[in-house]
């Protein structure tokens, strides 16, 4: 699988096109979450067109970038918060992130339980993901020169499965990106004339999928104890005594 660098990404987001699309997707992100006042936020994947409005009211604000992706500094006039690293290995503690926004990741991940496990552990027990991917149906998926079309897309129940096979339950489930992929400039200027009445019209073919989701633990906590239930249970034999490991128990043969 070809993932696209950091920079291509950056790129495809200074283009006018890509800045219709982060206006669209930030106003998704904005209507299930506001502002995240004293939250610890996340982004996983390329993230960094939609944690900007995060770094003045969060508690922290950062970014992982795949190591597939390579990286680059942000913000640019700022410190440094973003670091690298593979999905199977965050360097972040355990229950430690209130929100997590996933964008360019799941589409991508090498193994997506490996990574939807580690999602999982980082994430405190009353924290929320949101995990924006690509439509399968959708025209944007067949957009080979947008990273929308690139990865593996999936449809509403390939990504909601995947989610609760990891202990995730869904909270809110929205489409975005009705905009058709064309770069023609007046088709970038009524993006939100789309967005408005695409749902309406052809909302299966919609370009992401936006899907809210909470930590699962008392269905971890459960699938946990079953095992130990149902754990195949072996018995082990007492030595013998010594007495008994001494007597001839063919005595009466011999004699």
Same mark, same amino acid.
């Given at each position: ?9 950056? /790129? ?27 939250? %610890? ?26 190591? /597939? ?28 992130? !209130? ?10 991940? #090498? ?63 929205? %489409? ?15 993006? !939100? ?6 749902? #309406?019209?052809? /909302? ?13 633990? #008392?269905?971890?906590?459960?699938? /946990? ?6 754990? %195949? ?23």
């Amino acid at each position: 699988m070809i993932y696209p660098s950091a920079y291509e990404l950056k /790129s495809f987001y200074n283009t006018n096109v890509g800045k219709a699309v982060k206006n669209t997707v930030k106003k998704h992100i904005d209507n299930l979450w506001g502002d995240c006042d004293n939250l %610890r936020v996340m982004g996983y994947g390329y993230t960094a067109p939609y944690l900007d409005k995060y770094l003045e009211t969060s508690e922290r604000c950062f970014s992982i970038m795949s190591g /597939s992706s390579g990286i680059y500094k942000w913000p640019e006039e700022k410190d440094n918060l973003v670091a690298i690293a593979r999905g199977d290995e965050l360097p972040i503690e355990t229950e430690s992130v !209130d929100r997590i926004i996933m964008m360019h990741a799941i589409e991508y991940a #090498y193994s997506i339980d490996d990574l939807m496990q580690e999602i999982w552990r980082i994430l405190k027990s009353n924290g929320r993901i949101i995990a924006i991917v690509p439509n399968r149906i959708g025209f944007w998926a067949r957009a080979t020169w947008s990273p929308f079309g690139q990865g593996v897309p999936y449809t509403q129940y390939q990504i909601n499965k995947t989610l609760q096979k990891n202990k995730f339950i869904i909270e809110n489930t929205d %489409r975005a990106l009705y905009m058709p992929p064309l770069r023609f400039s007046l088709n970038i200027k009524v993006s !939100d004339f789309y967005e408005t009445y695409g749902k #309406y019209i052809y /909302s299966p073919l919609s370009g992401l999928h936006v899907i809210e989701a909470s930590k699962q633990i #008392y269905s971890a906590i459960l699938k /946990s104890e079953s095992r130990t239930k149902n754990r %195949r249970k072996i018995i082990i034999p007492k030595p013998a005594a010594a007495t008994d490991r001494n007597c001839n128990c063919y005595k009466n043969d011999k004699e």
